[in-house]
């Protein structure tokens, strides 16, 4: 089987080995694949054995002021929380950002992959790639590995020349432009909430009140959703971080603690 | 006894933790290895040092804990010869993520802790599925008693959580040796109730004076 390798090829030549010392070790990186006849059932048994950290609400929206972006931060590996602080919106570069959904590691190396990649275009090209190109070059890879079990849902979202732009790839190798997504197993409860409040001429602050809003009530019913939730905010200068709450403060801050009214009040029977 | 076939990986059982102080981390593991409901051996260290402040502590199948701890050594040694620096615990932290990842498709099985000083000289702990998915921590564990160890240590060391944007102080309140008794406090209680745990304890401390090791007997049976 062979496997389009051409996402993990950088472009600067590898340094000093002109003897060919270490022929396995300069050789361009590739993915080792097991030998055996049936490719599909080893990778079903590998994953649920090894049980790669997933799980997640994220959701972005596009809305006059820019693009708001925002995650909760818990992995989940089977029914064991393997982390609350996973860091769920990746940087790419000062001006355009990506979430994860989905597995960790795979999100992981292939945004940076990507960052690499967004890099390499503004060197060759002398000017930012736009979110539209990013979008492409990430999609373009995960379909090369469509049904190897790659299992990627993120959004890419920035402000480029043609203004701000969201789009959703994911590893099934689909890739959609849109104004409002939400990826994760705690995305209808997000959804629910977000589809209701949105409006396209929200100030940055009541985006990201919603969105906040959003990510505390996917987090209250999905299990495997939780820790801090984050806001992003994309702007025409750049990503900005609006805020980071822990989930379970905001629950108390949106439904906060009225002491019931006592009519009568039971006291302690006095010392025998 | 394991079904061959085309399934090649084998759980040898065994739990490491980490813990990241100010200026010192503290990396432990077990050293028994198990099959089953055998043991093969009470003396098997599951800690490589990888550089002078980092240390790598995995649990999982042997066979690719050996392998990975010699591809990172190599690779380590490569990169002295060309870059003429030792390479610093982010460093080989990002690399490790890199390594695990491109065995994507036919994973280490191994679950790593890798410990050690950064470039400040501050203790970091990063931790690591088998598929390579990485974040920097102040403590973990991994293995068979990974479960029963974590909610131990988070009663004992958990602070705010980094991604709060009013930004909390999230400094590990423990000295070098609270934090080493703590370790040998959580490997007694797992040693208890995990099968795969116990025989004997390894403990490394990494900190600017260098990496220490200490063997403390566990419970055999």
Redesign the interface.
């Known amino acids: 089987m062979k496997l389009d390798a051409s996402g993990l090829q950088t472009f600067a030549p590898h340094r000093a080995d002109p003897d060919n010392l270490y022929p396995d070790l300069s050789a361009p990186p590739s993915f080792d694949l097991p030998g055996c006849p049936d490719f599909d059932g080893f990778q079903k048994k590998a994953i649920q054995m090894v049980k790669p950290a997933k799980g997640t609400t994220t959701l972005a929206f596009i809305f006059n002021e820019g693009v708001i972006v925002a995650a909760d931060s818990r992995a989940s590996m089977g029914g064991y929380i393997s982390s609350q602080t996973v860091k769920k919106i990746i940087e790419i570069n000062p001006y355009m950002i990506g979430t994860m959904a989905g597995g960790a590691a795979d999100c992981q190396f292939w945004h940076r992959n990507l960052g690499i990649k967004c890099r390499l275009h503004e060197l060759a090209n002398k000017r930012r790639i736009s979110v539209t190109g990013a979008s492409k070059l990430l999609a373009n890879i995960l379909y090369s590995y469509r049904g190897m079990g790659l299992s990627v849902g993120t959004m890419i979202a920035g402000w480029d020349e043609t203004g701000p732009a969201l789009y959703y790839v994911d590893s099934e190798g689909g890739r959609l432009k849109g104004k409002r997504f939400s990826v994760g197993s705690g995305s209808p409860y997000a959804y629910g909430v977000l589809d209701s409040g949105y409006r396209s001429d929200l100030s940055i602050e009541e985006a990201a009140e919603l969105a906040r809003r959003a990510i505390y009530h996917a987090t209250f019913r999905d299990g495997a959703s939780g820790g801090v939730a984050s806001v992003y905010h994309v702007g025409p200068n750049g990503w900005k971080k609006l805020s980071g709450d822990d989930v379970g403060e905001l629950h108390y801050k949106y439904y906060p603690v009225v002491p019931a009214i006592v009519e009568h009040e039971m006291a302690d029977a006095p010392p025998a | 006894m394991a079904l061959r076939g085309?399934?090649?990986?084998e759980n040898n059982g065994g739990t490491c933790v980490a813990i990241a102080g100010a200026d010192y981390t503290v990396v432990a593991a077990d050293t028994r290895l198990s099959v089953g409901y055998s043991i093969y051996t009470r003396e098997f260290s599951k800690i490589c040092t990888l550089a002078d402040k980092c240390v790598l502590a995995s649990s999982g199948f042997q066979g690719d804990m050996k392998a990975l701890q010699k591809n990172l050594c190599?690779?380590h040694l490569?990169y002295q010869h060309?870059q003429n620096k030792k390479m610093s615990c982010p460093a080989m932290a990002q690399h490790l993520?890199?390594t695990?990842?491109?065995?994507?498709?036919?994973?280490y099985?191994t679950f790593n802790i890798l410990g050690g000083l950064d470039n400040e000289g501050k203790g970091c702990v990063y931790?690591y599925?088998?598929?390579?998915?990485?974040?920097r921590?102040g403590y973990s564990c991994q293995g068979t008693g990974g479960?029963l160890i974590m909610p131990v240590l988070d009663n004992q060391l958990k602070s705010p959580?980094?991604?709060?944007?009013?930004a909390r102080d999230a400094v590990t309140p423990l000295s070098e040796s609270e934090a080493v008794d703590l370790v040998k406090d959580v490997f007694a209680s797992a040693t208890e109730r995990d099968i795969y745990t116990g025989d004997k304890l390894e403990i490394i401390i990494v900190n600017a004076a260098g990496i220490r090791r200490e063997f403390i007997d566990l419970r055999k049976d």
Not at chain 2, 100 to 107: C, E, N, T, V
Not at chain 2, 129 to 135: K, L, M, P, Q, R
Request: net charge neutral; hydrophobic share 40%.
């Open positions: 085309d399934w090649v990986y190599a690779r490569i060309q993520s890199n695990l990842y491109y065995k994507r498709f036919f994973p099985y931790t599925d088998a598929v390579g998915s990485y974040e921590v479960t959580s980094p991604l709060l944007l009013a």
